[in-house]
């Protein structure tokens, strides 16, 4: 099996910065795309930002020029360096992966979601 752990949320004032973390662990053979998901209160979970294994970037409309996604292959690692935060980004974040496991078999991974709130 394949865990993600997500970490570095919290309480920020808008204009801040912040950066999550996420480490994949488990029974991975090769990772691809990693991301970064948030999902409103009542609403569907939207993509932030994804990166592939070869590092190309993918961003929503509303977190570019804010937001960058970077990833460690060789730590399993995904992050997601925040600034000028808005009230807007309050949500709970989710990492996502995927890749193949062990014996081969393709993955869709999720992390448990991490708090967001940037209020003043």
């Known amino acids: 099996q394949v865990q993600l752990v997500e970490s570095g949320g919290g309480v920020v004032q808008p204009g801040g910065i912040l950066r999550l973390s996420c480490a994949a662990s488990g029974t991975i053979f090769s990772l691809g795309d990693m991301g970064w998901f948030r999902q409103f209160p009542g609403k569907e979970r939207e993509l932030v930002a994804t990166t592939s294994s070869s590092g190309s970037r993918h961003y929503a409309d509303s977190v570019k020029g804010r937001f960058t996604i970077s990833r460690d292959n060789a730590k399993y690692m995904v992050y997601l360096q925040m600034s000028s935060l808005r009230p807007e980004d309050t949500a709970v974040y989710y990492c996502?992966?995927?890749?193949?496991?062990?014996?081969?078999?393709?993955?869709?991974?999720w992390g448990q979601g991490i708090q967001v709130t940037v209020t003043s």
């Open positions: 996502n992966a995927k890749g193949l496991e062990r014996w081969r078999s393709p993955f869709n991974g």
